[in-house]
């Protein structure tokens, strides 16, 4: 079968190009940890009111969630670069005159993108923890290692529905600098009226309608659940399901101009 | 010989309308060493893709390696190697993992890879650098890394789109070197591109001038040389103003002598066996006590036998620059 080898040396080239180029890595991770330090900073006094965050929940381990969420963001939305990178240097081109599998060409991509936003987490979460022994705020994940996979699997998850937008965007405008433009235009918007960085119930009433609708908010909120909450199904498997539903319509829009690219 | 190429009113139109290949048919035989010459927006890369199964044609019959264009594109695939006008290695990863992955991407064995890549490495003189990033490469070891990748899976059949544009003399004449040792030692065959005049002429045992997306003229660089005509024979007098027409004179009574025109040297004489015509011309002028500064002898280029074809000069001004060894960076 050479799409599973075609993949993973793919998957490797990726990888490879991204720990040598450990600026990229910076960049995205920047500015989540930049959060992570600012809104724990200035919004920790929001513990001491009561009925905004539940008992016994820091903002620490409340906002820890958003901010895991907004890097996946930041790091699926360079995928798409990287593919009008390799259709400007011509390198896709390489790719196409030799019989590589088609699909293992996006299947290497996303495969690496969802692997990279695993690693990034798992820094942030790092970092987290840190955070709260320097702070000495309480921060832990309930549900424990399992629950750090389940947190991992729904940002991947996610992270994937995201790259597909970028990728579709990256393959339809050959332009590095429209993707960005275009990713950092939705990026905040869709973060902010959400309930990635604060509680629903401190929001105004339009946002909370809003943020019904956003795909973000279910993200967060089952990555809350293994956080904070416990293993919540109720919450778990309906953010699976949109975040599902995302990416079928990005993945799909990616795989369409991918085969007006290929053929 | 048995024909590794055959295209048949090959047309391609691109989706906004423009004809980028207009109706041309050429064969290429195993073994052979074939060009397309031609300016910039010739269509001379349009019909390396149209074959190398990037683009689809319009219309038209393709048969590459004994395979279907249409039909059998993957087989195609498998037994071609292609080095495209840019040069294209990936500059994160270092020389042998670029051939690596392309051994991948051929889905040969890891071992097998680890050899061939070896091999390639030493044919391209790039042994030393092997282990650094491409990104630092100069272009013509670039170039090179890139001419191995294509060579991984030691292919039939190599197409390269315009290998040695922009290139400094030493690399362009290093490349020039592998590539007629793989097509005479490895019997590869080899479809080649370029808009430089002496690139066809060196390399190319068949080619065909390619003009507006059609074949203008197409045989062995002797063949179409020898369809312009004469040669030409230069002769610079020591006194021109006055002995001139004297020995224009005496020369235009000689067997085979076409045209005589004055030139700045003296005279410029064409004529079909010029190379015999030169010592003629020399005892004659001598008896005749006409004194000679200088006797050249100058074969019709590739550039006169465009100009036939076309009307016009390859279009001197869109070549790139010509390399200019001041820039050939020596290392």
């Known amino acids: 079968m ?39 900073q200035l919004l920790t006094r929001l513990g001491s009111f009561p009925g905004i965050l539940p008992d016994h929940v820091s903002y620490l381990e409340f906002a820890a969630a958003g901010i895991l969420l907004q890097n996946a963001f930041g790091s699926a939305l360079q995928s798409g670069n990287s593919i009008v990178a390799d259709i400007d240097s011509g390198f896709l081109q390489k790719m196409l005159v030799t019989p590589v599998s088609r699909s293992a060409i996006l299947l290497g991509r996303l495969t690496s993108d969802a692997f990279r936003v695993v690693i990034q987490s798992a820094i942030i979460l790092g970092l987290a923890y840190a955070f709260g022994a320097i702070e000495n705020t309480p921060f832990s994940v309930t549900t424990g290692v399992l629950g750090i996979l389940g947190i991992f699997f729904t940002l991947a998850f996610f992270g994937l529905a995201w790259s597909g ?11 590095a600098e429209t993707v960005f433009a275009i990713g950092g235009v939705i990026t905040f918007p869709l973060l902010f009226l959400s309930s990635a960085l ?7 009433t339009w946002v909370k309608d809003v943020s019904m609708f956003n795909p973000v908010s279910y993200a967060v909120d089952a990555s809350r659940a293994f956080m904070i909450t416990g293993y919540d199904w109720g919450t778990i498997l309906p953010a699976w399901g949109v975040i599902g539903l995302v990416a079928l319509i990005t993945l799909s829009a990616t795989l369409y101009q991918f085969r007006k690219v290929v053929s | 010989m048995s024909d590794i190429i055959s295209v048949k009113d090959l047309v391609l139109v691109y ?26 927006g010739a269509g001379k890369s349009t019909t390396i ?46 020389g042998r993992e670029n051939l690596e992955l392309q051994g991948h991407f051929y889905q040969m064995k ?33 170039k090179r890394l890139d001419l191995a990748s294509a060579l991984i899976h030691k292919p039939k059949m190599l197409f390269l789109d315009e290998p040695t544009t922009g290139l400094d003399p030493q690399s ?48 062995t660089p002797g063949e ?78 590739l550039d006169d036998v465009f100009m036939k074809h076309t009307g016009r000069r390859i279009r001197v001004e869109e070549l790139v620059k010509a390399p200019s060894m001041m820039f050939g960076g020596r290392r």
């Open chain 2, 110 to 142: 890891t071992s097998e890879i680890k050899a061939r890549v070896k091999e390639l490495l030493r044919l391209v003189e790039l042994e030393s650098v092997a282990e650094k990033r491409a990104r630092n490469y100069s272009g013509g070891m670039k």
């Open chain 1, 198 to 204: 604060f509680p629903i119930s401190f929001l105004p």
């Open chain 2, 172 to 219: 362009r004449s290093t490349i020039w070197a592998y590539l007629q040792r793989l097509n005479k030692e490895e019997g590869i065959t080899i479809f080649l591109t370029t808009q430089y005049l002496e690139e066809a002429d060196k390399l190319c045992k068949r080619l065909s001038i390619i003009d507006y997306g059609k074949i203008a003229a197409s045989g």
């Open chain 1, 2 to 40: 050479t799409l599973g080898s075609d993949t993973r040396y793919l998957f490797i080239r990726y990888l490879t190009k991204l720990v040598r180029n450990p600026i990229l890595l910076f960049f995205s991770l920047f500015q989540p940890i930049l959060f992570l330090a600012l809104f724990t």
């Open chain 1, 165 to 175: 937008i970028s990728l579709a965007l990256g393959m339809k405008t050959r332009s």
């Open chain 2, 224 to 301: 179409l040389k020898s369809q312009v005509g004469a040669d030409s024979i230069r002769v610079g007098l020591e006194n021109c103003d006055r002995d001139r027409s004297r020995a224009k004179e005496i020369i235009r009574s000689m067997t085979g002598v076409s045209e005589i025109i004055d030139s700045e040297e003296c005279i410029n004489v064409f004529a079909k066996n010029a190379s015999q015509l030169i010592a003629d011309i020399v005892r004659a002028l001598d008896s005749s006590d006409i004194r000679l500064t200088t006797v050249t002898f100058a074969q019709p280029t």
């Open chain 2, 49 to 94: 893709k149209v074959l190398t199964t990037l683009l689809r044609k319009t219309s038209g019959e393709v048969n590459v390696a004994g395979y279907n264009l249409e039909k059998d594109a993957a087989a195609i695939r498998k037994v071609i190697g292609v080095q495209s006008q840019d040069t294209t290695v990936d500059g994160d990863l270092t």
């Open chain 2, 15 to 40: 989706a906004d309308g423009t004809k980028a290949v207009d109706n041309i048919s050429f064969n290429v035989a195993e073994g052979e060493f074939f060009g397309f010459l031609g300016p910039n």
